[in-house]
């Protein structure tokens, strides 16, 4: 019996777990952190950056990285506002910057945790608002048919 079929918790769960692309946006989010970890360390401790300066560049490069794979490999979007949807998803990823950034200062600063800890702990705790805001917002874009009339693309 396949696991999309029938009534059970699994098969709800399975059901969820494909429409809303969950396991496409983690691995994607898997990828982007690695690049994010990896300018991270690198930044900080081989060009000796402030680890708040790289956190930033580097959660910025990852969120390029996350908007391109998302966009074309997990939900498939054919929305043509590619620029509407790179400021909306850069608008959301900010927040997500904001709180890793804070969680970084007040575990380094505060706590007195390596920067690459408090790096994984922010990673934690941005993830579902991340996944929320594009899913629900960014990548809905797509689903709505293209037109040459400008009021379409303001709603």
Same mark, same amino acid.
């Given at each position: 019996?396949?696991v999309?079929?029938?009534?059970?918790?699994?098969? /709800?769960?399975? *059901?969820?777990?494909?429409?809303?692309?969950?396991?496409? =946006?983690?691995?994607?989010?898997?990828?982007?952190?690695?690049?994010?970890?990896?300018?991270? %360390?690198?930044?900080?401790? %081989?060009?000796?950056?402030? +680890?708040?300066?790289? $956190?930033?560049?580097?959660? /910025?490069?990852?969120?390029?990285?996350?908007?391109?794979?998302?966009? =074309?490999?997990?939900?498939?979007?054919?929305? *043509?506002? +590619?620029?509407?949807? =790179?400021?909306?998803? $850069?608008?959301?990823?900010?927040?997500?910057?904001?709180?890793?950034?804070?969680?970084? %200062?007040?575990?380094?600063?505060?706590?007195?945790?390596? +920067?690459?800890?408090?790096?994984?702990?922010?990673?934690?705790?941005?993830f $579902?608002?991340? %996944?929320?805001?594009?899913?629900?917002?960014? =990548?809905?874009?797509?689903?709505? *048919?293209?037109?040459?009339? *400008?009021r379409? +693309?303001?709603?």
């Amino acid at each position: 019996m396949d696991v999309w079929e029938g009534d059970g918790p699994v098969a /709800s769960v399975a *059901r969820l777990l494909s429409r809303e692309k969950i396991p496409g =946006f983690v691995v994607i989010g898997i990828i982007s952190t690695i690049l994010d970890l990896g300018l991270l %360390y690198g930044l900080t401790e %081989y060009f000796h950056i402030w +680890y708040l300066l790289s $956190a930033t560049v580097s959660y /910025s490069c990852g969120m390029v990285l996350n908007f391109l794979l998302n966009k =074309f490999l997990n939900f498939q979007d054919t929305s *043509r506002h +590619y620029l509407w949807q =790179f400021v909306t998803f $850069a608008l959301i990823s900010s927040t997500g910057l904001a709180l890793t950034l804070g969680v970084l %200062y007040i575990a380094v600063e505060i706590f007195s945790q390596n +920067y690459l800890v408090a790096k994984l702990i922010a990673i934690i705790l941005s993830f $579902a608002w991340n %996944y929320l805001g594009q899913s629900r917002i960014t =990548f809905s874009l797509g689903k709505h *048919r293209i037109s040459g009339d *400008r009021r379409d +693309y303001l709603r």
